[in-house]
């Protein structure tokens, strides 16, 4: 996998957001400026990148940002953050299992900090804490150890008993009375949450300016390959040659992986949540139980964000059933009583490609300039940044940097998995 002459393509300079320039548009009623140009689709690019989420748009951002390459094309068969970048319940946390998943999410909590102004754009990062609660001794047993792992890695996090969740999450039921007890919590100070949509504009913004074509309403159809190598993909637009292609297209990435005829572990499953109607700021930090299968946030906006478990059958289906809010609601009380009387708005699902370990997959395949990121299941909104950088910097040096080298496809097949199970499977 070589990458060599990768090319820069002119952009253009857009207008830097400013407190006079909302002023000055305010009192004019002059327009903004559109975010993203749209592009005649070209031949060929030197990168197409597929999917048009926050790790396919990240990646561009960073390849013309860090490394001059912006000859890039993203194609997504809709709009983009249309999948679930654009459907996730936007938590943000490193305080995963393994030391390898811990540095990774934490490089990205770094980038996802100076974010706002390093694309000049309002991401509304909120660091708000992170619970995840311990219903049993075994559960609290892996909280014990991942708060040791996070240390050891520089990331904030230890356990914490019942009253110490009272102080921080006042409306919570700790008493012995509860039907499932908390026991403790695994609080992780610098978890928060974002605006998601801001952050796939924003990257969108970064990169158009750059020089990176975004095509939205552009199918790939199939991808060519010979002689082992990538030559291009076809799209519902005609076919565009490439010597590098990546594939992101979280949900769908099996679909896409076959049409380059690479195998991977990966099976779909749909993940359900819900949001409420707005109430009074109540609810600071982002609280998580594994055992009952659910998690709560407090939007700015004063709405409640429920989220839980992936469905119990894979599916490509993106419709929210009845009986996924009917457990949630009952979970969601057991934790929080006095929310009986709230009113849900509105409930959907996205597709979450979920790997046998939990971790994602990064890098080359065995088709020459054929790349994934892929594998992110419920958690990979967090991963962006760093996921986007490190994909950038693969395809500019022809290999994986070592943050991402564990995770590898050929872990499988070598027996190097990376669990992370015990940090990833609700609490996103
Ligand atoms: C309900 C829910 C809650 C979640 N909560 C969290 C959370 O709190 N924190 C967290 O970190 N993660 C969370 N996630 C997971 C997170 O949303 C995803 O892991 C992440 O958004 C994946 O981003 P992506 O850019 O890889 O893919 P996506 O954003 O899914 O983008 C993939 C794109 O590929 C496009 N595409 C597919 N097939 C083709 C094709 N043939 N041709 C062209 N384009 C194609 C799609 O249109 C789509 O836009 C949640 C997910 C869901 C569904």
């Not at 938590?91 to 974010?115: K, W």
């Not at 109540?282 to 409640?304: C, P």
């Not at 478990?309 to 996924?324: A, C, E, H, N, T």
Request: hydrophobic share 40%.
């Amino acid at each position: 996998m070589a990458m060599p002459g990768l090319g820069r393509r002119g952009g253009i300079r857009p207008p830097r957001y400013s407190a006079a320039g909302l002023v000055s548009h305010g009192l004019t009623h002059r327009d903004w400026t559109p975010m993203w140009r749209r592009h005649e689709l070209e031949p060929g690019y030197d990168v197409v990148i597929i999917g048009g989420g926050v790790h396919g748009l990240a990646t561009a951002y960073y390849l013309a940002a860090n490394h001059g390459i912006s000859n890039v094309a993203v194609l997504d068969k809709g709009y983009i953050g249309g999948g679930g970048s654009g459907r996730n319940t936007a938590i943000l946390r490193s305080n995963y299992l393994t030391p390898e998943g811990v540095r990774f999410y934490e490089r990205s909590m770094d980038l996802y900090r100076g974010l706002a102004a390093d694309l000049n754009f309002n991401v509304m990062f909120a660091r708000r804490g992170h619970l995840t609660l311990a219903h049993n001794d075994g559960s609290l047993r892996t909280m014990r150890w991942r708060a040791e792992v996070n240390k050891l890695q520089g990331v904030d996090s230890e356990v914490i008993g019942p009253d110490e969740i009272k102080r921080l999450v006042p409306y919570m039921d700790v008493s012995a009375a509860a039907r499932y007890p908390v026991l403790g919590a695994l609080y992780h100070p610098p978890g928060g949450i974002i605006r998601h949509d801001a952050v796939v504009w924003g990257y969108a913004r970064g990169a158009d300016a750059r020089g990176v074509h975004i095509h939205q309403d552009t199918e790939v159809t199939g991808i060519d390959v010979a002689h082992g190598k990538v030559t291009g993909v076809r799209t519902s637009r005609g076919p565009v040659s490439a010597p590098v292609v990546l594939n992101c297209t979280a949900g769908w990435s099996t679909l896409i992986c076959d049409m380059a005829g690479v195998q991977v572990p990966v099976q779909t499953f749909p993940l359900q949540a819900a949001v409420t109607e707005p109430v009074r700021p109540f609810l600071d930090a982002v609280v998580v139980s594994g055992s009952l299968h659910v998690y709560v946030s407090q939007t700015d906006r004063g709405e409640l964000v429920f989220g839980a478990s992936v469905d119990p059958y894979p599916s490509y289906s993106m419709r929210g059933s009845l009986d996924f809010i009917e457990g949630l609601a009952g979970h969601v009380l057991e934790l929080m009583p006095s929310l009986a009387r709230l009113r849900l708005l509105r409930q959907w699902a996205g597709l979450c490609d979920m790997t046998p370990d939990f971790s994602p997959i990064m890098g080359p395949t065995p088709v020459d300039g054929f790349l994934v990121d892929i594998g992110w299941g419920t958690y990979g909104f967090k991963a962006g940044p760093v996921s986007g950088e490190a994909m950038a910097a693969t395809i500019a040096a022809g290999k994986p940097p070592p943050l991402i080298a564990p995770f590898g496809l050929d872990r499988f097949a070598e027996g190097r998995l990376l669990g992370e199970k015990g940090a990833a499977s609700v609490g996103h």
